[in-house]
Nanobody, 116 residues
Framework: VQLQASGGGLVQAGGSLRLSCAVSGSTFSINAIGWYRQAPRKQRELVAG???????NYANSVKGRFTISRDYAKNTVDLQINSLKPEDTAVYYC???????????WGQGTQVTVSS
């Protein structure tokens, strides 16, 4: 499975962005896809995830502002980000877990910068 993230950019606080993760390869083997972010000098954290059954979960810090969705026809997983805050500034990565055998695949990351 290969993933490619896109859609990042520079936006003002309060603005919106839509990130997209294009998924290719053995997509039938995917169990879950997540969006992670890593800010400077901080650990990578999961912000939103979606399972193969459509169940979603969000980090508390983004609930109500971030929405994850999966388009099986287009093989994409999007992350709609609203009401952006400067603390949302980070490199955003998409990840797919699947198997068997178990694997964890990462995309290359897309930079989101929020100015105050």
């Amino acid at each position: 499975v290969q993933l490619q993230a896109s859609g990042g950019g520079l936006v003002q606080a309060g603005g919106s962005l839509r990130l997209s993760c294009a998924v290719s390869g053995s997509t039938f083997s995917i169990n879950a896809i997540g969006w992670y972010r890593q800010a400077p000098r901080k650990q990578r954290e999961l912000v939103a995830g979606i399972g193969s059954g459509g169940r979603v979960n969000y980090a508390n810090s983004v609930k109500g502002r971030f929405t994850i969705s999966r388009d099986y026809a287009k093989n994409t997983v999007d992350l709609q980000i609203n009401s952006l805050k400067p603390e949302d500034t980070a490199v955003y990565y998409c990840n797919a877990d699947g198997g068997p055998p178990y694997y964890s695949a990462w995309g290359q990351g897309t930079q989101v910068t929020v100015s105050s």
